[in-house]
């Protein structure tokens, strides 16, 4: 019921169009849903994050779409960028006696191609 | 102002020894949180640490424990070292206890040989 299940394992998109991963949970405890990006040999960096009463979240090119009934959530990467080209895992966190325990999808490997 | 510092960065031990890593939160950051990074997966929370004191604790054996300094600085430490423990080792701070807003550091690469 902790899992977040993450797909697709790898994308490959072509630079200018729409990169989309989508993530679903369980545990309806869930308050809290972040998108961490990851270059190889750093530490994720918070990208986007999105609470579960709004629908949509957008930041610059980077939207998260949120399905509470359905438990999921999503990014859309628009017009993408080779720069863009890395791990993104989702994640979710269940406030729980004040713990920030975050539990992480499995990771999309993103590639952009020119 | 200076990210999330983690040290070492790379780190080889052989199985059944001890090691120690180290993190040093963002200034004015009060929470640490630990999360082993096996390659090919997701960050797994091993503990969390809030005004020295322990938040959570994940599900890794007892032979992981943390603890947090009063500059809220921390340190992880693993006993008898396992193969299965060479991962990517993240810390991770924020501003209160439950921030909604965790930076990680770089990690530190650990291979156990």
């Known amino acids: 019921q902790q899992q977040v299940k993450q797909s697709p394992q790898s994308l490959i998109v072509q630079k200018g169009g729409i990169s989309i991963i989508n993530c679903a949970y369980e545990?309806?405890?869930?308050?809290?849903f972040p998108w961490y990006q990851q270059f190889p040999g750093k530490g994720p960096a918070l990208l986007i994050a999105?609470?579960?009463?709004?629908s949509e979240k957008k930041e610059g090119r980077f939207t998260i779409s949120f399905n509470k009934s359905a438990k999921q959530f999503s990014l859309h990467i628009m017009d993408s960028q080779p720069g863009d080209s890395a791990t993104y895992f989702c994640?979710?966190?269940?406030?729980?006696?004040?713990?920030?325990?975050?539990?992480f999808g499995t990771g999309t490997r993103l590639t952009i191609i020119p | 102002d200076a990210g999330v510092t983690q040290s070492p960065t790379h780190l080889i031990k052989t199985r059944g020894q001890q090691v120690t890593l180290r993190c040093s939160p963002i200034?004015?950051?009060?929470?640490v949180s630990w999360y082993q990074q096996v390659l090919g997966q997701g960050p797994q929370f091993i503990f969390q640490?809030?005004?020295?004191?322990?938040?959570g604790r994940g599900n890794f054996p007892d032979r992981f424990s943390a603890r947090q300094f009063p500059n809220y600085s921390s340190e992880l430490n693993v006993n008898a070292l396992l193969l299965g423990d060479s991962a990517l080792y993240l810390c991770?701070?924020?501003?209160?206890?439950?921030?909604?807003?965790?930076?990680f550091g770089p990690g530190t690469r650990l291979t156990v040989l």
């Open positions: 991770a701070s924020s501003s209160t206890g439950t921030s909604q807003r965790q930076f």
């Open positions: 545990n309806t405890a869930f308050d809290y």
């Open positions: 999105i609470r579960p009463d709004v």
């Open positions: 994640a979710a966190r269940a406030t729980n006696f004040g713990n920030e325990k975050l539990t």
């Open positions: 200034s004015g950051h009060k929470s």
């Open positions: 640490y809030y005004e020295k004191e322990e938040r």
